[in-house]
């Protein structure tokens, strides 16, 4: 896959850039140019900024082949046009999350906190291609108080099939901010696609009947998943459990 597995080049970046609020950065900078080499053969791209602006302050060059849009022109909708229609809710709900997280961390006025998710993007050939999302928030009193984020899209075509449908992290745990592989990108996979695909409808409202009808299975088979869900869960009602994936962002 690749040769350049850990994010030393980007804990450097953020180092060397950040007292400066990543803004009017030299792309002949030689830590610039070597972070882009290794994207180059890693496809990735990365965006940087302030939380709290409405611009971005960085972006890296390959963010044209991964989502059609240069460096120079682009914003946070380019990614919003380029998600598939499939995606795009959990995509807004990510955005969403990642503004709570921000607040957190401003309020605590210390921290850093990781949010990641794969996403489905069209690329600047017109093709799909499933993206894995980093985003990497820290708080910081240089040059100002302010939370920043820095985020890492990954092609991850090369990944063996993801057990819930889709990777998703919120927390803490930095060890997740890595170059992905199989075994990372399968942790989150708590419940199976179709059991998701059941909490989904059941978040919407629809019994479990309305539900096998829509599936084409049987109301027996869906109360198995509802039971098997629970379990997975340790909770007691499928509505705390919906609760939860909603505060997480999975919902």
């Not at 350049?4 to 450097?12: C, I, M």
């Amino acid at each position: 896959m690749t040769d350049n597995q850990d994010y030393k080049l980007f804990h450097s970046f953020i180092e060397t850039f950040s007292p400066i609020g990543f803004n009017e950065i030299d792309p002949s900078h030689p830590l610039v140019m070597e972070m882009e080499q290794m994207m180059e053969r890693n496809n990735q791209f990365i965006t940087v900024g302030d939380m709290f602006e409405s611009k971005t302050s960085f972006v890296s060059k390959r963010s044209f082949n991964i989502i059609g849009v240069e460096p120079s022109e682009f914003n946070p909708y380019h990614f919003i046009e380029a998600t598939h229609p499939n995606d795009l809710e959990r995509y807004i709900q990510c955005r969403s999350k990642s503004i709570i997280m921000a607040n957190e961390l401003l309020v605590a006025k210390k921290g850093e906190m990781l949010l990641a998710s794969d996403i489905k993007t069209r690329n600047c050939d017109g093709v799909y291609s499933n993206i894995l999302i980093q985003c990497y928030l820290f708080y910081s009193e240089t040059p100002r108080k302010t939370v920043y984020f820095f985020e890492v899209h990954t092609n991850i075509d090369w990944c063996k099939k993801i057990k819930q449908g889709f990777y998703y992290y919120s927390g803490n745990d930095l060890s997740n901010f890595k170059y992905p592989d199989n075994v990372m990108l399968n942790m989150s996979s708590r419940f199976t696609k179709r059991e998701f695909e059941i909490i989904k409808l059941i978040e919407s409202g629809l019994s479990s009947e309305q539900i096998a009808k829509k599936l084409f299975l049987s109301t027996f088979t869906i109360n198995t998943h509802r039971g098997n869900i629970l379990k997975k869960s340790g909770k007691a009602h499928i509505s705390e459990l919906i609760y939860e994936l909603m505060e997480e962002g999975k919902l």
